[in-house]
């Protein structure tokens, strides 16, 4: 079946810091990745869309220059967290989709971040 | 606006049968899926359907009724590992966007 990876799975940052987190489809292309944030006990919210070769597609309310999202190749997206505050303390989740024709996103393990 | 509906929590006892309703309103629809995600984990794919009717897949199966933007998931002969979250998402939108909106997700325990 189709994996999706996250690293890191865990991280801890100071407050004004930023943080990357990668997100890597490892037996299949992803044309499309998404990005999620989950708040404890609350369900996914999806951050952004990221296409492959193009500028990603943020939903409303989330800051783009805040939440920097890179899809450079078609195994890999990356998020970069600027700035980071603890409010942004959260779980997030990416997933990846092959392309069209394919119905089912296949999830990363998720990347818990704390900023203290 | 966007609104899917789940219960909060559900309990239910081993080798019992559970159905977990879901209710949307979206602007579009382009299918109906459900997760199940263990805490601190991603979710993981259990169903999916676009047409109205029943899929089966072992001990889970899920039904969909579009004209009433009703789901519900069925687990029969439950076992303790089965307690989880269950999520229901609908694809808003264009097929090739794979938008996905979730619902706020059922919190199942299994008791023995």
């Known amino acids: 079946g189709a994996v999706v990876s996250q690293h890191p799975s865990r991280v801890i940052c100071k407050s004004g810091t930023s943080v990357k987190i990668e997100c890597r489809s490892l037996d299949f292309q992803a044309t499309t990745m998404f990005w999620y944030r989950q708040f404890p006990k609350q369900s996914l919210m999806l951050m952004a869309t990221s296409n492959e070769g193009s500028k990603a597609t943020y939903e409303q309310g989330v800051e783009k220059d805040k939440f920097l999202i890179n899809h450079a190749s078609l195994t890999l997206s990356t998020l970069t967290v600027t700035s980071a505050h603890p409010e942004d303390s959260s779980f997030y989740i990416c997933?990846?989709?092959?392309?069209?024709?394919?119905?089912?996103?296949?999830f990363g393990p998720g990347t818990r971040l704390t900023v203290t | 606006g966007q609104n899917i509906d789940q219960p909060t929590e559900m309990t239910a006892t081993e080798g019992a049968i559970v159905q977990i309703n879901c209710t949307y309103q979206?602007?579009?629809?382009?299918?109906l899926f459900w997760y199940q995600q263990h805490a601190g984990e991603a979710p993981t794919f259990l169903s999916y359907n676009v047409l109205d009717g029943l899929e089966e897949k072992g001990r889970f199966s899920s039904f969909l009724s579009r004209s009433k933007g009703y789901s519900y998931l069925l687990l029969k002969e439950l076992q303790m590992k089965d307690s989880a979250s269950y999520l229901c998402?609908?694809?808003?939108?264009?097929?090739?966007?794979?938008?996905?909106?979730f619902g706020t997700g059922t919190r199942l325990q299994v008791f023995p």
């Open positions: 979206t602007s579009g629809f382009n299918g």
């Open positions: 997933s990846a989709r092959s392309g069209q024709g394919k119905d089912e996103q296949y």
């Open positions: 998402a609908v694809r808003d939108g264009p097929y090739n966007t794979d938008k996905l909106i």
